[in-house]
């Protein structure tokens, strides 16, 4: 671990973690958002290219479960597209007004109009940048991986449900965080993390 004006920095193999993961709290709070996440911003998710494989080949499971909107933007773009910044995300659904993006195309809407993963509903794993946020993780062009947390106005809700359950984002996010770097490196983080905190 290291100690600079951005805070501490915790170091596991190639990955450096901020130290805002392991000690801010958040639990999302669905009722409050409705799922928003899936529906605004910039782009889609950030995709792996590992995970298109498994996207073309699930599609017919949750196909059914997804918008028209949204079955039309996935089959026209093969089930991602590059956004601005040149990487691959989820394809979204244009919007008609400014041709920017709109909804996840992998979304479903439920009857009381929250928003929830077509791909997660038919059992199958949701994008990994998905299931980590508000986690955003940054490849080095060198090699290894930045772990920062992702501040959202539509999470306020979420960061206030942590505060008072006392869940931290990383214990939120262990099953994601184990999913994508390991069992071992979630050990190794959940001991710094205590470190951390203890020491503030």
Same mark, same amino acid.
């Given at each position: 671990?290291?100690?600079?004006?951005?805070?501490?920095?915790?170091?596991?193999?190639?990955?450096?973690?901020?130290?805002?993961?392991? /000690?801010?709290?958040?639990?999302?709070?669905?009722?409050?958002?409705? @799922?928003?996440? /899936?529906?605004?911003?910039?782009?889609?998710?950030?995709?792996?290219?590992?995970?298109?494989?498994?996207?073309?080949?699930?599609?017919?499971?949750?196909? &059914?479960?997804?918008?028209?909107?949204? %079955?039309?933007?996935?089959?026209?773009? @093969?089930?991602?597209?590059?956004?601005?910044?040149?990487?691959?995300?989820?394809?979204?659904?244009?919007?008609?007004?400014? @041709?920017?993006?709109?909804?996840?195309?992998?979304? &479903?809407?439920?009857?009381?109009?929250?928003? $929830?993963?077509?791909?997660?509903?038919? @059992?199958? $794993?949701?994008?990994?940048?998905?299931?980590?946020?508000?986690? %955003?993780?940054?490849?080095?062009?060198?090699?290894?991986?930045?772990?920062? $947390? &992702?501040?959202?106005?539509?999470?306020?809700?979420?960061?206030?449900?942590?505060?008072?359950?006392?869940?931290?984002?990383?214990?939120?996010?262990?099953?994601?965080?184990?999913?994508?770097?390991?069992?071992?490196?979630?050990?190794?983080?959940?001991?710094?993390?205590? &470190?951390?905190?203890?020491?503030?």
């Amino acid at each position: 671990m290291s100690s600079n004006d951005f805070g501490t920095i915790i170091e596991i193999g190639d990955v450096l973690v901020s130290e805002d993961v392991v /000690c801010e709290f958040f639990a999302c709070d669905y009722p409050s958002c409705k @799922g928003e996440c /899936c529906i605004s911003g910039d782009s889609g998710a950030p995709l792996a290219e590992e995970e298109l494989e498994g996207l073309e080949e699930s599609y017919p499971a949750f196909r &059914h479960l997804m918008t028209e909107e949204g %079955r039309t933007s996935a089959e026209a773009t @093969g089930f991602f597209e590059i956004d601005r910044e040149g990487d691959m995300v989820t394809p979204c659904c244009k919007v008609a007004e400014t @041709g920017g993006s709109g909804a996840c195309a992998y979304c &479903h809407f439920g009857p009381g109009g929250g928003t $929830l993963c077509a791909i997660e509903m038919a @059992g199958r $794993l949701k994008p990994v940048s998905c299931a980590l946020y508000p986690i %955003r993780v940054t490849s080095f062009p060198g090699g290894g991986y930045a772990l920062n $947390l &992702h501040r959202w106005k539509i999470c306020a809700a979420a960061f206030e449900k942590g505060r008072r359950e006392g869940v931290r984002v990383y214990q939120f996010l262990k099953e994601a965080l184990i999913r994508r770097f390991g069992a071992e490196f979630y050990e190794a983080l959940s001991a710094a993390a205590q &470190h951390v905190i203890q020491s503030r």
